[in-house]
């Protein structure tokens, strides 16, 4: 049994996880050419889930004890939902045009099927890797791989509630998932300094992307400004509010398929979470075609992204980093798997002749989120990050029903 963390207090726990995303975020942006250096191998999403984790392993505090991450995946984790769906711009999405649309939902695609794919293929010679603790246990947490590369963290976030893997089992996917995604990311962006190259390999015409830079520029000095408190209040109201009539219904709804259709328990569909997730994800996406959307303009998803780190650094204190060494395979499940959903979006690219731009951002969308698809997007001109953020919306939208796509989807390989 493991003995008690030295430090037990709760609002200690949560001061020290905020002291360090202080530091982690502070110590990126410094001009130190070392550092930099550093974050260009080890971006900060990784020390968020890793350094909580160290603590958690070496007994400073527990993740499994605290009440911590069952209050901010109770409360935040819908509320980022909603505030990162709330931005969805479809007007955006149609001027992009179908090609940069159906880029993107080659690499979704690619995700879905890759996840089955690849656990049939290492299943194929090496089964006892996905019978970890109950029988099938391992499916669990890869399906949350699934919720994070198709949307982001808090989709894994809300599979990892749906799914219930063990902690054991989340702490070694946890891994497979970033530093897979991570190797992925440096990867497009050393395409991005080849990008003419690519283009020309791809048969693409990238006027587009510099006309659509232009645009943006140009409608962002235009609609951004310094929100008030009755900005704040809106903002946070809404997504509480929200979050608030997600639980309501899902206390309506999960007890009638539990008494009603018990059987329906293997599909999760007796989980309240479950219900909570799809609701807030229905509101944020109708919520985006009325004016509450013009919440974005005042940091809807800024408040989102750091409900997604605090997110984040909970989850990562649940971590045991002795168990990530314990199925290196899953690791080669991973690197199939990242290979499969890469096939599709190049395949997708070379067919349309689409821009290097729109395969780089669409693929990135799908795997890192909004924090990635905005680095990658950067990299090709800072007004084009808005680009990358909407189609990483799009991926939170669909990221959770995906996810748990795909993890039925294993599941059934595996049976």
């Not at 050419?33 to 984790?53: D, E, R, S, T, V």
């Not at 649309?101 to 690619?110: D, W, Y």
């Not at 408040?303 to 649940?318: E, P």
Request: aromatic share 14%.
């Amino acid at each position: 049994m493991k003995p008690e963390a030295i430090i037990t207090n709760d609002a200690v726990v949560a001061a020290i996880l905020f002291a360090l995303l202080i530091f982690i975020f502070q110590l990126a942006k410094s001009s130190n050419k070392l550092i930099q250096g550093f974050f260009k191998i080890f971006p900060p999403i990784l020390l968020c889930y890793f350094l909580p984790g160290l603590f958690n392993t070496f007994g400073l505090i527990s993740g499994e004890s605290s009440g911590v991450y069952p209050f901010v995946s109770k409360y935040l984790l819908p509320a980022c939902l909603l505030l990162f769906t709330l931005s969805l711009d479809v007007e955006m999405l149609k001027k992009l045009g179908l090609k940069a649309l159906l880029v993107f939902l080659a690499g979704t695609l690619g995700v879905i099927i890759g996840g089955p794919l690849a656990v049939k293929i290492v299943s194929s010679f090496k089964p006892e890797i996905f019978y970890m603790g109950t029988e099938n246990e391992v499916w669990r947490g890869l399906g949350t791989i699934a919720g994070s590369w198709i949307g982001g963290g808090a989709n894994q976030t809300a599979l990892k509630e749906i799914l219930q893997p063990s902690a054991y089992v989340f702490s070694q996917c946890v891994a497979v998932d970033v530093l897979v995604a991570e190797t992925w990311l440096a990867v497009l962006l050393i395409g991005v300094v080849n990008n003419n190259k690519i283009n020309k390999w791809l048969g693409a015409d990238g006027t587009i992307v510099e006309e659509m830079k232009e645009k943006i520029s140009a409608l962002k000095g235009q609609k951004e400004r310094i929100p008030t408190f009755d900005d704040y209040l809106k903002l946070t109201a809404v997504a509480f509010v929200f979050t608030g009539i997600s639980y309501f219904l899902a206390d309506l709804i999960s007890p009638f398929i539990k008494v009603n259709y018990p059987y329906l328990e293997k599909f999760s569909l007796t989980s309240n979470f479950f219900w909570v997730v799809f609701f807030i994800t229905i509101f944020g996406v109708l919520a985006s075609r009325t004016k509450l959307r013009e919440l974005e303009y005042v940091g809807a998803s800024k408040i989102g992204t750091l409900f997604l780190y605090i997110l984040v650094a909970s989850i990562g204190m649940q971590m045991d980093l002795s168990a990530v060494a314990d199925n290196k395979w899953l690791f080669l499940v991973g690197l199939i798997w990242i290979s499969i959903h890469v096939i599709f979006v190049v395949l997708a690219g070379k067919f349309l002749k689409a821009p290097y731009f729109m395969l780089a951002v669409g693929s990135q969308a799908n795997i890192g989120g909004a924090a990635s698809a905005s680095v990658v997007a950067g990299a090709f001109h800072p007004a084009l990050v808005p680009i990358g953020v909407i189609f990483a919306v799009l991926g939170y939208a669909i990221g959770t029903y995906g996810g748990y796509l795909t993890a039925l989807l294993m599941h059934w390989v595996l049976s």
